[in-house]
């Protein structure tokens, strides 16, 4: 038992509930994570009476909640080492966020016959937004494919990264495979030819320190409610000089300096990106989440993750049946997905349910990724620091009992 | 007997489970003991999907009665599918088509049968309903 552990699980009030009457392990982190004390008292005052629409009224609630929502971007800004605050764009999300860039980026920089490099293990959200922006402008997507530890085939670089490339796309951690990408590496070649880097960081801002100035990256996408924040809510860090290029994606209010009907103008960034009343009390609750998670004792929080993930390796592989995917031991983290022989996914997670063990089952937004190791439906247990080793054991024997039910 | 009648019979048999292990051993059972179904019927018109488990559904109807055969890759599914099989099949599209299947809930499997599962089998009692629709039509 780790105290340091224990008490943090104390901030969070939805791993103290009983499913079935059962104590709930809560072991689908990937998916969505529970939220601290601090931000659901946050989220429940301003919901309660700190409510007044942002930007744009001189009246006291109004001051109140741009406040919030500045300095939540502040905040995000510090927390991932961005060099300027309008670098960070509120969205509802990674999905969105990346749906922005498709779309801008698309109109501003990429022409017919152009491509986009896109890593064979990506969640669907961070595959279909560049689809459709090719279906528009007659671009098309390459794939830059990962080997059978699920490592991703940087040696095809150089070869991958042609003159006709306008933008790669890659996960910082796949939500599959659970594997640390060498998105520096990637960065640092694409640059070499002047192609920008987009980093999908749904999985990658939770579990690695991210810093925008030392990766380097040109856009880092991330959603707050995988990070312990409010769902609805997301981060869009792009570099000045890209945001400044790109034209608005949603039009609105809050996004202009003038409209008239012969034409408008439009605001500086970060509001061009931001048409409309955004979730300002989400956002005010992802600021609250990061300032909870950088107040952690990281050292404490690091070693605890390291030692859930070798565990997790060590007592999974052991089981009799069961594959593992994303096997390459040093850049994993505790997500674990896998098939077991004779199982149906579906049936473990059906069982496991009902033992009060919270799991993912299924192509987990991710068929591509299914596919290139022959699998049509995967379990997935994917831990945050919150889950204990105990949980871990427990999950392991869970699952062996479930699996000589099934066979 | 009758679709009511048989889905008491299967209400009877779960009644006697006292806990939700019991159950589960019993449909995985009921699934492992599902009469195979044919591989060349496993075409993609018979394919139900759903994003968790996949069933497969074909019919055969013989002198005006309705013979359905599953399958799914999933065991808990194709348990539960066997009972659908066992309600459904040996009777009239008529009696299909007004056969309201109460039992599911009655002996707690409702939550399969909730949209949000996506195992196949909301979708499988509608392509049954749906069979028995065209076939009553076609022998009016
Ligand atoms: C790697 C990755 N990218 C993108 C997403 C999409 O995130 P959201 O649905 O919050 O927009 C997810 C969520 O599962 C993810 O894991």
Known sequence: MNAYILSLRDCFPALQQRVYGKPLVYLDNAA???????????????????????????????????????????????????????????????????????????????????????GEAEHHSNILPWQLMCARKGARIRVLPIDDAGRLRIDLLPDLLDDGVRLVAVSHIGNVLGLVNPVKRVIEMAHERNIPVLIDGAQGVVHEHVNMLDLNCDFYVFSGHKLFGPTGTGILYGKEHWLEQMPPWQGGGDMIASVSFAGSTYASLPLKFEAGTPNFIGQSGLGAAIEFVSALDRGEVEAHLHLLTQKGMTLLQEVEGLTMFGTDADQKIPLFSFSVEGVHAADLATLLDKMGYAVRSGQMCAEPTLARFGQTSLLRASLAMYNTDEELECFVTALKKVISMLR | MSIAEIQKQIEEEFSFFTDWMEKYEYLIELGKALAPFPEERKRPENLISGCQSRVWLAVDVRDGVVFFLADSDAVITKGIVSLLIRVFSGHTPQEILEADIAFIDQ??????????????????????????????????
């Open chain 1, 32 to 118: 969505t994570t529970q939220k601290p004390l601090p931000v659901l008292s946050l989220l429940a005052e301003m919901e309660r009476g700190r409510n007044g629409n942002i930007h744009r009224a001189v009246h006291y609630l109004s001051a109140q909640c741009t406040e919030l929502y500045e300095s939540a971007r502040k905040t995000i800004c510090r927390f991932i080492g961005a060099e300027h605050e309008h670098e960070i764009i509120f969205t509802s999300g990674a999905t969105a966020a990346i749906n922005l860039v498709a779309f801008s980026f698309g109109e501003a920089f990429v022409k017919e016959g152009d491509v986009v490099l896109v």
């Open chain 2, 107 to 140: 002996i707690g499997l409702k939550e399969h049968l909730s949209p949000t599962r996506a195992n196949g089998l909301v979708s499988m009692i509608k392509q049954i309903k749906m069979y028995a629709v065209g076939l009553s039509v076609a022998g009016k």
